[in-house]
């Protein structure tokens, strides 16, 4: 169609082409171009334009879904070098959601710039409304800087149980931004990671075994031997109750209305609360079968003439 390439087209293509002008002066000369122009004219204009943005929706389209399925796998490729080395999983999120968002932000660009926007100007605007954001937004950007010193000091990691900021659970995930826990009866807990990388975190996990403390009352006129011995043979004949070290059973005080003993025994840490409850149940079952006595609070009473 010989008006695709008119001179009046490529007229009016050279002023909106024109970046020494304004756009109040591009605009004034496509309105004087316009008058001069034929109908033939202008539908080959609307026509050529239709196309161009036709096409370039079109290569968009075709380059985001491209984009975004090479992205899915290169961070698949990541997440099976990560296992094949032994990465931990907390670092390997980390590294999966990083990936991610900087491709997608350059995925992004490369639409913008396919589409006939200037990527200069909007880096320019999207670097200014940054600062603005990351002003108003330092809360978040501190949870990302507690993010990464998590990742790196490693005070925890996933599946380990703790205690932080008065909230106790397991960690089900390291995000950009908090820490996930799961409580034990199944609650869900975000903590921003800013908080919890500056306050004290009490790992439950870390170390492989853990000391199970017992402590128990008898009332005065008990035989204490008898129930040394009879909370020895307790520990020690649950498998699960390490004999290296060994289990100790001490008199710690004497109360105002019993006598205090207390039971140590270590376990692995897998083990601990299992441990704590069936050892419970045995010494409240087994202590009153050797005459001993778990007392009351009490008060004598002296009566004199």
């Given at each position: ?22 756009q109040q002066e591009k605009l004034v ?31 968009a389209l075709a380059i985001y879904f ?13 997440n099976k070098i990560c296992d094949k ?221």
């Amino acid at each position: 169609m010989y008006f695709l390439t008119t001179e009046t087209t490529e007229t009016v293509k050279t002023i909106l082409a024109d970046t020494t002008a304004t756009q109040q002066e591009k605009l004034v000369a496509v309105g004087q171009t316009l008058q001069d122009m034929t109908f033939n004219d202008i539908v080959a204009l609307l026509v050529e334009w239709g196309l161009e943005i036709a096409a370039k929706i079109a290569i968009a389209l075709a380059i985001y879904f491209v984009g975004r399925w090479l992205i899915g796998r290169l961070v698949k490729v990541v997440n099976k070098i990560c296992d094949k080395r032994g990465v931990e999983i907390s670092l390997q999120q980390f590294f999966k959601n990083m990936i991610k968002v900087v491709l997608y932000i350059c995925l992004a660009l490369t639409i913008i710039g396919i589409l006939g926007i200037d990527t200069t100007s909007l880096i320019a605007m999207f670097a200014s409304a940054s600062l603005a954001i990351g002003m108003a937004l330092s809360g978040t950007m501190q949870n990302f800087a507690g993010g990464v010193m998590i990742l790196l000091l490693r005070p925890y990691r996933i599946g380990d149980y703790v205690e932080a900021q008065g909230q106790a659970g397991t960690i089900k995930e390291i995000s950009l931004f908090n820490t996930i826990i799961t409580t034990v009866d199944n609650k869900v807990i975000y903590i921003p990671n800013s908080t919890i990388s500056n306050g004290i975190i009490n790992n439950y996990s870390q170390e492989p075994m853990r000391r199970v403390d017992w402590n128990i009352t008898i009332s005065y006129g008990d035989d204490v031997e008898v129930a040394r011995r009879v909370l020895m043979q307790l520990m020690n004949e649950d498998k699960r109750i390490k004999q290296e070290p060994a289990p100790v059973v001490y008199l710690s005080s004497l109360g105002a209305d019993s006598v205090n003993l207390s039971a140590r025994a270590w376990v692995d840490s897998a083990n601990y609360w299992g441990v704590f409850f069936d050892m419970n149940e045995r010494i409240y079952n087994e202590l009153p079968k050797h005459d001993l006595h778990f007392p009351f609070p009490q008060i004598s009473v002296h009566m004199e003439n």
